[in-house]
């Protein structure tokens, strides 16, 4: 499960960009969380490739973000309650085809691609690190990109908890991306979006980096195509 618009200075950065389907500059931040899935197919390891898509690779963008990682499950978890069902956390890239964003008006099928959630390098455990006030950062090829706090959110983690486990009763091993601060590609003029041979690097403080380089996924011949689709 993944928080879109959840950092206030990218809340007004996306809306700017002409991606925000339809969202006008007043309602750049958000009243309530906005959820949106990631299948597991998009997951991806630390070190894995991003994979370009033939026809998915026109406006690939990075996403630096926290993931909340839950241990104890539950429904209608109260805020006051919510940080004790937390398991620990590890670092997410929500990359994004922005075309078929702003294209379908809505996250899935451009958050959802094969391989678009890179994912590590592994997971700290809650008595660890303080998920309210950790450094976030991104660069890409060496160039710092993002640079905010976690401090910074929107709806902070027992907020998130508490408004998807009011819908969804969240298991163990369930994953909450909180959302991605300001400096992705597209509040760049004109937008910058990575390309082959890219090397793209999320720190998170107390968590580590999770790297990983952009390359173009071989095309799929009709035999592998067939036995996909079965």
Not at 53 to 77: H, P, T
Not at 144 to 173: C, H, M, W, Y
Not at 176 to 201: H, M, N, W, Y
Request: aromatic share 6%; proline share 6%.
């Amino acid at each position: 499960m993944c928080v879109g618009k959840n950092y206030y200075a990218h809340a007004h950065e996306f809306t700017k960009s002409g991606f925000d389907a339809g969202a006008k500059a007043e309602e750049a931040i958000p009243d309530c969380p906005i959820v949106f899935t990631k299948p597991s197919s998009s997951i991806a390891a630390q070190g894995d490739p991003i994979p370009l898509w033939d026809g998915l690779d026109a406006a690939v963008d990075y996403e630096a973000e926290l993931a909340v990682i839950i241990g104890r499950g539950g429904r209608a978890i109260a805020r006051e309650a919510a940080l004790s069902h937390v398991f620990g956390y590890t670092i997410i890239n929500d990359v994004t085809a922005r075309d078929l964003q702003r294209r379908h008006k809505q996250w899935f099928l451009g958050k959802g691609i094969d391989g678009f959630g890179p994912m590590g390098p592994w997971i700290v455990t809650a008595d660890e690190i303080d998920g309210s006030n950790l450094r976030i950062a991104c660069r890409v090829n060496g160039e710092l990109r993002q640079n905010s706090s976690t401090a910074d959110l929107i709806f902070d983690i027992p907020a998130l908890i508490e408004a998807i486990s009011k819908s969804v009763t969240l298991a163990p091993g369930d994953i909450i991306a909180t959302g991605t601060p300001e400096g992705v590609g597209i509040g760049f003029d004109p937008p910058r979006f990575l390309r082959d041979g890219d090397i793209v690097e999320v720190e998170i403080e107390g968590i580590g980096i999770l790297r990983n380089a952009v390359q173009r996924a071989p095309a799929k011949t009709s035999e592998e195509a067939t036995l996909a689709a079965q």
